[in-house]
């Protein structure tokens, strides 16, 4: 019995010279920074311009209710966009909304959007300052040019 006793408190003591060990390496690996994938910088991630005339179809028929003011064929259209990855250049809340651009084959509203932003005065007129269009769920944008 107490030959168990000792090999169990044997057991125990090295779990915790191993738990100590392991606890030390990995605060050195924090303060130390290694092993972590160098910090990416926040900010727009407008990947150049594209053609209105150059966008899919379907994407060129949202964009043209967007000017005209609909009606559009989603409940979800003309939502606030929050712009929380921080695509888009920072704008006050409500500057953006989104528009969903119809994928084929989609069986639900897909990754592609049209996300335009502006000042009520703009809006007012159906002219939003800017449009930007993504066909990777709000990855990446490329500002719309007529």
Same mark, same amino acid.
């Given at each position: ?6 090999? &169990? ?23 130390? +920074?290694?092993?972590?994938? !160098?910090?990416?910088?926040? $900010?727009?991630?407008?990947? +150049?311009?594209?053609?209105?005339? %150059?966008?899919?179809? #379907?994407?060129?028929?949202?964009? *043209?209710?967007?000017?005209? +003011?609909?009606?559009? !064929? @989603? &409940?979800? *259209? $003309?939502?606030?966009? $929050?712009? @929380?990855? $921080?695509?888009? !250049? ?7 909304? #989104?528009?969903?651009?119809?994928? !084929?084959?989609?069986? /639900? ?8 932003? +502006? #000042?009520?005065?703009?809006?007012? =007129?159906?002219?939003?300052? &800017?449009?930007? @269009?993504? *066909? /990777?769920?709000?990855? %990446?944008? =490329? #500002?719309?040019?007529?």
């Amino acid at each position: 019995m107490k030959q168990h006793i000792q090999d &169990a408190g044997h057991r125990r003591g090295a779990a915790r010279t191993w738990l100590r060990a392991t606890l030390v390496a990995a605060v050195a690996v924090a303060a130390l +920074g290694l092993g972590a994938a !160098p910090a990416q910088a926040r $900010g727009p991630a407008v990947g +150049g311009k594209v053609a209105a005339g %150059s966008l899919p179809r #379907e994407a060129r028929r949202t964009y *043209d209710l967007i000017f005209t +003011g609909g009606p559009f !064929p @989603y &409940a979800k *259209d $003309g939502v606030t966009f $929050g712009n @929380y990855e $921080g695509a888009l !250049p920072q704008r006050r809340r409500g500057y953006y909304h #989104e528009y969903t651009v119809p994928t !084929p084959g989609a069986r /639900n509203r897909g990754a592609r959007r049209i996300v335009c932003g +502006g #000042e009520k005065a703009d809006w007012a =007129r159906n002219r939003p300052a &800017a449009c930007y @269009y993504t *066909d /990777n769920h709000y990855a %990446s944008f =490329r #500002e719309i040019r007529d």
